[in-house]
């Protein structure tokens, strides 16, 4: 199993700044991942985060708005770039184990309102 | 891509009453199934999941699912829930072989005492 600490825990900002999540892992995993949880909604991939390669997003994604920074295996950070009311969500870093069948971990989220 | 329904979005029971969650994946291929639990202000954890095998799972704190095939379904159940229960149910699916996790949509659950 993997333990993943996300900071911010929650965070209120103001609309045009932006924010940076960090996720930090207790073991070496290759595949990071970064979900979004809108209230009522369920979670959307945003971004697969590689250690050694481009983070791949998903279809409505951008690296413009998502920046994401993978500079070893036990760590990530997404940043939230010009953050506008809609982004307010629950940000979520996940992780799996580099092997088939395997169960992903999350870590407890980051809880953003934009203001 | 696969996608995954979850219907009943907000279950309210008694304790002792027995829970059934519906799941529903669209994905004509192999896939590996997960239900997972997030507790109030708790992060997700899994439930239980279904690689191969044996398409009756059995989970953590006696819920169970059943896969079947035929009809693109892994419903969870639990035949006695208790006020511990309460908590936001998630089914999600992958592609065997891409590791990308589709999720429904949720169902918060709660268990009156």
């Known amino acids: 199993s993997a333990v993943i600490s996300q900071k911010p825990s929650r965070d209120i900002c103001q609309r045009g700044t932006s924010l940076t999540i960090q996720c930090q892992v207790d073991s070496q995993v290759t595949m990071m991942f970064w979900y979004r949880q809108q209230p009522g909604q369920s979670l959307t991939l945003i971004a697969t985060?590689?250690?050694?390669?481009?983070?791949?997003?998903e279809s409505g994604f951008v690296i413009d708005k998502f920046p994401i920074s993978r500079p070893n295996l036990t760590f990530s950070t997404l940043t939230v770039s010009n953050m506008s009311p809609e982004d307010s969500s629950i940000y979520l870093c996940?992780?799996?184990?580099?092997?088939?069948?395997?169960?992903?971990?999350f870590g407890q989220g980051t809880r953003l309102t934009v203001v | 891509a696969q996608s995954v329904s979850q219907h009943n979005h907000h279950v309210i029971l008694s304790e002792a009453a027995s829970l059934e969650l519906g799941c529903n994946y669209s994905y004509g291929g192999t896939v590996n199934l997960f239900w997972y639990v997030q507790y109030p202000g708790q992060h997700l954890q899994l439930l239980l999941k279904y690689f191969s095998g044996d398409p009756l799972v059995k989970g953590i704190k006696g819920f169970e699912a059943e896969f079947i095939k035929s009809k693109f379904s892994f419903n969870l159940r639990k035949p006695s829930v208790q006020w511990s229960d309460t908590a936001e149910y998630f089914c999600?699916?992958?592609?065997?072989?891409?590791?990308?996790?589709?999720f429904g949509k949720g169902n918060q659950v709660v268990v009156i005492p």
């Open positions: 985060a590689n250690q050694g390669s481009e983070a791949t997003y």
């Open positions: 996940s992780v799996r184990e580099d092997s088939l069948n395997t169960e992903a971990f």
């Open positions: 999600a699916v992958n592609a065997r072989g891409n590791n990308r996790l589709a």
